[in-house]
């Protein structure tokens, strides 16, 4: 099996970049492209029925915002500004003219709610489920661009909001779906999971928390946005920069609803934190001489530190023991 952190590195190495304007290529959030006097972003990520989404719980209006979300939240990771998006699908049979205008009714939402343009889409036939690409374009300043290579030793780790409802919201919908193929008369039980479903129907790109950063001000080392899960962005950071990294388990950002709903599924609530993904919430490292700046934000939580490389990617329990970190995530 192939998973997508040995992916990656095997198409940047097979793809060396050829012109001066392409700063950054395969291996980041998004691509980085020298327009003159700032940085043009550019970011595509690709949504695949019964992979990515079900629709069976999944509403169309959510998952075309969902879809739009995970695009801008890639240029927000790169302390940039969304500014266009463009959307290319393939549909099957079972796709209605109704179906796609509630989509596109989505879609809308998300180019309001984060004041991006829709500049281009095509659309095919599938042979199979639906799929959707969004491809996000932005901009930064040169001095403010963030690589997931620029994080340092003594660094200290930041991640915004909290870590794991989305995964749990997984959880919820596949088991109220499994008692709805067992009874189609039962209705869902999905009002103590509010919280929890929303996280994973309607995440939320984080362009918030640039602009409190660029207020306060603090600018980042480096950022990335948890999609994969916690663990596989820390490798990814850990492998850019050439640097290891310690978390403690005791400062993970955990919702209360969500630790007690993963203890109710048996699952551990550290791991649903670590290995979960889809929360779209922010990573990054600062200086220490910032972390009084961030420390007095109710959603930004310091997390760890960044060490030398030879001391690895780990968790510290809070009984002190030292666990190291593997990815647990996407693999194809």
Request: aromatic share 6%; proline share 5%.
């Amino acid at each position: 099996m192939l998973s997508k952190f040995n992916l990656i590195h095997k198409l940047k190495a097979t793809f060396p970049l050829h012109h001066p304007t392409s700063i950054q290529g395969i291996g980041d959030d998004a691509a980085v492209i020298d327009a003159g006097t700032h940085y043009k972003l550019a970011t595509t990520d690709i949504l695949a029925e019964r992979v990515h989404f079900d629709l069976t719980y999944h509403p169309l209006k959510h998952l075309g915002y969902k879809a739009v979300t995970l695009a801008v939240s890639n240029i927000v990771a790169m302390y940039g500004i969304p500014e266009q998006i463009l959307v290319n699908m393939a549909i099957n049979d079972n796709v209605s003219l109704p179906m796609l205008q509630e989509l596109y009714e989505g879609i809308h939402k998300a180019c309001t709610a984060y004041q991006v343009d829709l500049v281009g889409s095509d659309t095919t036939v599938s042979a199979t489920g639906l799929m959707i690409t969004v491809t996000a374009l932005g901009s930064a300043d040169k001095k403010h661009v963030c690589f997931r290579k620029g994080a340092q030793v003594n660094d200290i780790i930041c991640v915004t909001g909290d870590l794991g409802a989305a995964y749990l919201g997984l959880q919820v919908l596949n088991r109220e779906k499994q008692v709805w193929e067992a009874d189609p008369n039962m209705q869902p039980v999905l009002e103590p999971y509010s919280y929890m479903v929303r996280r994973q129907l309607k995440p939320e790109a984080r362009t918030d928390i640039v602009q409190t950063l660029q207020k306060l001000p603090v600018l980042p080392t480096c950022m990335i946005d948890i999609a994969d899960g916690l663990c596989s962005e820390l490798l990814h950071i850990s492998k850019a920069a050439n640097v290891g990294v310690a978390i403690y388990e005791d400062k993970l950002p955990i919702d209360q609803g969500a630790y007690e709903t993963a203890v109710a599924f048996h699952l551990d609530p550290i791991t649903c934190a670590v290995n979960g993904g889809e929360d779209y919430e922010l990573l990054f490292t600062i200086r220490q001489q910032d972390v009084d700046k961030v420390t007095q934000h109710p959603d930004i939580t310091p997390i760890g530190y960044v060490t030398a490389v030879a001391e690895g990617v780990r968790l510290v329990t809070k009984t002190g023991t030292v666990v190291p970190l593997k990815a647990q995530g996407w693999q194809t």
